[in-house]
Every structure is written in structure tokens, then in C-alpha cells.
């Protein structure tokens, strides 16, 4: 019974935290590359700056998803979910991949973006 409701409050927290770092991600998706490629296009840097500059961002960029993906493995450790959770998870990742290459292979076009 208590752990069931630890792990109760764990998913909570888990989606309340992706929910608070995607509305971050939003804003931060919509223009702010944009912008920052631009000020970087516009600066006329030696392509290692240029490149180093990007490297930063996406370093900065990735920081919170850092953030989740740790708090979330650390909340599957204290649930004590870890093993099932692992087997589970590497079976649908298993099926997803072979699933995507299949597509791959036999109907790319279901794949691709159109715009």
C-alpha cells in the first residue's frame, strides 16, 4: 500500500515536472533559434566559433530534458520499478525500432514529413 502510493506521487511529480519543462520548451522552440542561428550568420565567425556557439546552445538546450530524464530514473530506482520497468520498456523499444525499419524498408514514404 505505501509503496503503491509513492509511486503514486512519483507519477505525479513526473508529469507535473514534463509538463512545467515543456511549456518552458515551447517558448524556447518557437523563435529563440531562430533568432540566436541568425545573430550567429549575422556575426561572421570562423566556422569553429560558429559551430562551438551551436554546440553551447544545444548543450544549454538540453539541460532540462537532462533534468527529467535524471529525476525520472531516480524515481523508478526509489519505486523499486527498475527491473520490470527495464524489461518492459527494452521489449517496446524493441518492437518500435523493428517497426520503424520495416517502414524504412518497405514504405518509406509513410515516414516522411509533407509540408
Known sequence: ?????RFLIALVGIVLLAF???LVELVCS????????QVLAL???PSW???AYLG???LVFMLDDLFVFFVAMKTLQVTGLTGTYVRHAH???GVVLVGIGLLLLLKPEWLAFAG
Do not use: D
Open 43 to 45: 556575426s561572421k565567425l
Open 1 to 5: 500500500m505505501a509503496s503503491e502510493r
Open 91 to 93: 521489449a517496446v523499444g
Open 20 to 22: 512545467a519543462v515543456n
Open 49 to 51: 566559433h560558429y559551430h
Open 30 to 37: 518557437a523563435g529563440i533559434p531562430a533568432v540566436y542561428t
Open 56 to 58: 553551447l546552445y544545444i
